[in-house]
């Protein structure tokens, strides 16, 4: 089943922070995250995995509550780079098998 | 490492030819996926290889579709008989997954597909 992402799009001035939520009816063993700017493919952000270990390449943090099956993504002192769509895909493990995305949030940011 | 590469990149067809797509996924990489996104959705998990072998479909991917990977390196992906519903970009992502946990997925620029 498809996560639900909110909110569904997001406007920022430059050095604002934003969250941005994905949520679950399914238990969560892992949540990966992913930004793609128009017409480009989706570049890999983070791993949150049940029980809490975290994989990433960005300097953006994140949670994971297990108990309600949602995860955030944290984006602070935002840049004009982050401006994109970020998409939330849940696994059923560890993101070895495929993924399932949720619609995205349109992240927009301004000078 | 040089990426995950798609062929082509861009690829209009009428409806009913078959097309096929191709992915070269980053060299040492052992799982291989497809998937696909429509305008303002995120990508739907199509199939994906361990190797040369397809471990799973989804219930997406009609009878029309088939993804091989015959020598556990690139893979392809055949469209039969397209449909106007077929337009889509077609991600290709791959992975290195041994022991342990947590697998990032390398995305592809994608295939773009117009079916006219």
């Known amino acids: ?111 | 490492d040089t990426g995950v590469s798609q062929d082509p990149r861009h690829k209009i067809t009428k409806r009913g030819q078959n097309v096929t797509f191709r992915c070269d996924p980053i060299s040492e990489h052992n799982r291989l996926y497809w998937y696909r996104q429509t305008l303002g959705q995120g990508p739907e998990f199509l199939t994906y290889f361990q190797n040369e072998a397809q471990l799973e479909k989804s219930r997406l991917l009609s009878d029309r579709f088939s993804a091989e990977r015959p020598k556990g390196s690139f893979s392809t992906l055949e469209i039969q008989r397209t449909e106007q519903g077929d337009s889509a970009m077609y991600l290709c992502a791959s992975s290195l997954v041994v022991t342990g946990a947590g697998y990032e997925q390398y995305f592809g620029p994608g295939t773009r597909l117009t079916v006219t």
Not at chain 1, 9 to 16: M, Y
Not at chain 1, 57 to 68: D, R
């Open chain 1, 1 to 111: 089943q498809q996560p639900v992402q909110s909110p569904q799009a997001v406007i920022l001035r430059e050095g604002e922070d934003a969250v941005i939520n994905c949520s679950s009816s399914k238990a969560l063993y892992s949540v990966h995250w992913y930004r793609q700017k128009h017409g480009e493919a989706p570049v890999f952000l983070m791993i949150l995995l049940k029980g809490g270990e975290q994989k990433g390449h960005e300097k953006i943090s994140a949670s994971f509550n297990e108990k309600k099956q949602q995860s955030s993504l944290y984006l602070t002192a935002s840049q004009l780079s982050y401006s994109g769509t970020y998409f939330c895909g849940t696994g059923k493990g560890g993101g070895a098998d495929g993924l399932t995305f949720g619609k995205g949030t349109h992240l927009i940011i301004q000078p």
